[in-house]
């Protein structure tokens, strides 16, 4: 069974950096895909950003492209969020969740797969 835990979720000012942290376990293979998604009050949840940590592939939200940085030790287990320049619309419960792939990008956005594990979520909350 695999098994996520975010950490790092925190309030931070606009303009200010928070760097979440996704430690899995439980990976069948070393083959797998790890996503960090979001989730604002009265909002659908959407991808913000996703790493084939075998081959190092990264895919990008358009509105966190340039702000955010996914990173991964693979033998470690561990996937990275470096969040930058943050603002208010980043405020949001954020997720990471495994599968074997990311998804696409169309059009510069990123499309995420259906993603089948999930952790319990790190609050992120920015302001003004």
């Known amino acids: 069974e695999v098994q996520l835990k975010e950490s790092g979720g925190g309030l931070v000012q606009a303009g200010g950096s928070l760097r979440l942290s996704c430690a899995a376990a439980?990976?069948?293979?070393?083959?797998?895909?790890i996503a960090w998604f979001r989730q604002a009050p009265g909002k659908d949840r959407e991808a913000v950003a996703c790493m084939t940590v075998d081959d190092g592939g990264k895919y990008y939200r358009r509105s966190g492209k340039g702000r955010f940085t996914i990173s991964a030790d693979n033998a470690k287990r561990m996937v990275w969020l470096q969040m930058n320049t943050l603002n208010v619309d980043d405020t949001g419960v954020y997720y990471c969740?495994?599968?074997?792939?990311?998804?696409?990008?169309?059009?510069?956005?990123?499309?995420?797969?259906?993603?089948?594990?999930w952790g319990q979520g790190t609050q992120v909350t920015v302001s003004s």
């Open positions: 969740a495994a599968d074997r792939r990311c998804g696409v990008m169309y059009e510069g956005e990123y499309y995420p797969t259906d993603f089948a594990s």
């Open positions: 439980g990976m069948a293979s070393d083959h797998f895909a």
